[in-house]
């Protein structure tokens, strides 16, 4: 018998990651937790939420789902998904469609050293009233932490949800 066939641990290999994708890989995967939301315009409430980063070795890309549901119930709430696609200067686009039907190109950049993402956007389609949304995530103490800005036609950039997740 030789040293392969008396081997009890089948050899994998780490995976693959895009060179592009590789300083923010600490993102891939599921993470879920809770969040706060509220507006000068709506009353405020909590959610709970699930993201998930997922990455196809050949592309510069990170596929980008997240879904919220109401906590006293599980009724689903909100869910959204996009690409976001880093650049090796340290920038990244980002586009979002949601399910209430607007969408978001986004811009921004990232660090990986801080595990830090800032976005801007850049276009909001398909909404009669939101105007700019910002995005900030940032790993901290292992949790995915982020919060989200929104203006509209009336009311200037506020804050508007926040949240900490933890990777399954």
């Not at 879920?32 to 993201?51: A, D, H, K, M, V």
């Not at 909100?78 to 920038?91: F, I, L, M, Q, V």
């Not at 801080?114 to 939101?130: D, F, R, T, W, Y």
Request: hydrophobic share 30%.
């Amino acid at each position: 018998m030789d040293a392969k066939t008396n081997s009890s641990a089948p050899e994998t290999s780490p995976p693959v990651i895009h060179p592009a994708v590789a300083p923010l890989s600490y993102l891939l995967g599921t993470w879920r937790g809770q969040g706060e939301g509220g507006f000068p315009t709506i009353n405020s409430f909590s959610y709970g939420e699930e993201l998930h980063f997922s990455h196809s070795p050949s592309k510069p890309v990170i596929g980008y789902t997240q879904k919220t549901w109401k906590l006293s119930s599980g009724e689903p709430m909100h869910a959204e998904s996009g690409y976001w696609r880093p650049k090796p200067d340290g920038t990244i686009e980002v586009v979002i469609a949601q399910s209430n039907g607007l969408v978001e190109v986004q811009k921004g950049t990232y660090s990986a050293e801080e595990k830090m993402i800032h976005l801007q956007s850049e276009i909001v389609g398909n909404a009669s009233k939101v105007k700019e949304i910002r995005r900030c995530f940032q790993l901290v103490d292992g949790n995915l932490c982020y919060d989200v800005q929104m203006a509209t036609n009336t009311i200037t950039l506020q804050p508007h949800l926040k949240a900490s997740l933890k990777k399954l």
